[in-house]
């Protein structure tokens, strides 16, 4: 089984910055794709980013596009999401997914983390 963990929420005010972090743990001898996806209260669950296994590869929502940057280091099976000049509109339950393809699509993801609450006051 895969275990998938965030951690780095938080309350902060629009501009300023937060990093949250995914550890996956359980089979990693397997090479996942890694994603985050967002909820904001009251509406559906959208992607935001993805990460290739190798870390070449990343794909952004538009809306984040130029704000976050997704990492990974394997080496402890750790994604990573830095998120900058944040806004209100990012505020939201963030999750994040591991699954076999780079795909933008939650369904793709098998495995999903708890999420981690992200609010940007104005």
């Known amino acids: 089984q895969v275990q998938v963990v965030e951690s780095g929420g938080g309350l902060v005010q629009a501009g300023a910055s937060l990093r949250l972090s995914c550890v996956v743990s359980?089979?990693?001898?397997?090479?996942?794709?890694m994603a985050w996806f967002r909820q904001p209260l009251g509406k559906e669950r959208e992607f935001v980013s993805v990460?290739?296994?190798?870390?070449?590869?990343?794909s952004y929502a538009d809306s984040v596009k130029g704000r976050f940057t997704i990492s990974r280091d394997n080496s402890k099976n750790t994604v990573y999401l830095q998120m900058n000049s944040l806004k209100p509109e990012d505020t939201a339950i963030y999750y994040c997914?591991?699954?076999?393809?780079?795909?933008?699509?939650?369904?793709?993801?098998?495995?999903w983390g708890q999420g981690t609450q992200v609010t940007v006051s104005s």
């Open positions: 997914a591991a699954g076999a393809m780079p795909v933008e699509t939650e369904q793709d993801y098998p495995y």
């Open positions: 359980g089979r990693t001898d397997v090479g996942y794709a």
């Open positions: 990460i290739t296994y190798g870390g070449l590869s990343t």
